[in-house]
């Protein structure tokens, strides 16, 4: 089992930073590849930030051509924490983010949080 539970979102005004924060309680958790895939209203989810193990020590990390330079994923296997550092936040980067979470060797993200609402002001 992995449940996986966001917080950090709220209300900011642009150019403002946020913080999120996954959890996923469980030792498991320390070997999935994770991300963050925010959903806007009306429209699909995105992703705009994953770690990807390339082996038992180190992972990439990657984001999408929007959010590339203002955000930052990290993740603390310690805490079981996943996070995403958003600088220099926009109007467009509005949307409900989910945490994910896929198995090794897996393709698709099989566990997903609630998702943690972030509003970015003009």
């Known amino acids: 089992q992995l449940h996986l539970v966001e917080s950090g979102g709220g209300l900011v005004q642009a150019g403002d930073s946020l913080r999120l924060s996954c959890a996923a309680p469980?030792?498991?958790?320390?070997?999935?590849?994770m991300g963050w895939f925010p959903q806007a209203p009306g429209k699909e989810r995105e992703m705009v930030a994953v770690?990807?193990?390339?082996?038992?020590?180190?992972?990439?990390?990657n984001y999408a051509d929007s959010v590339k330079g203002r955000f930052t994923i990290s993740r603390d296997n310690a805490k079981n924490t996943l996070y995403l550092h958003m600088n220099s936040l926009k109007p467009e980067d509005t949307a409900v983010y989910y945490c994910?979470?896929?198995?090794?060797?897996?393709?698709?993200?099989?566990?997903w949080g609630q998702g943690t609402q972030v509003t970015v002001s003009s």
């Open positions: 469980g030792r498991t958790s320390s070997s999935y590849d």
């Open positions: 770690t990807r193990w390339r082996d038992s020590w180190s992972y990439d990390a």
């Open positions: 994910a979470a896929r198995t090794p060797f897996g393709e698709e993200y099989d566990y």
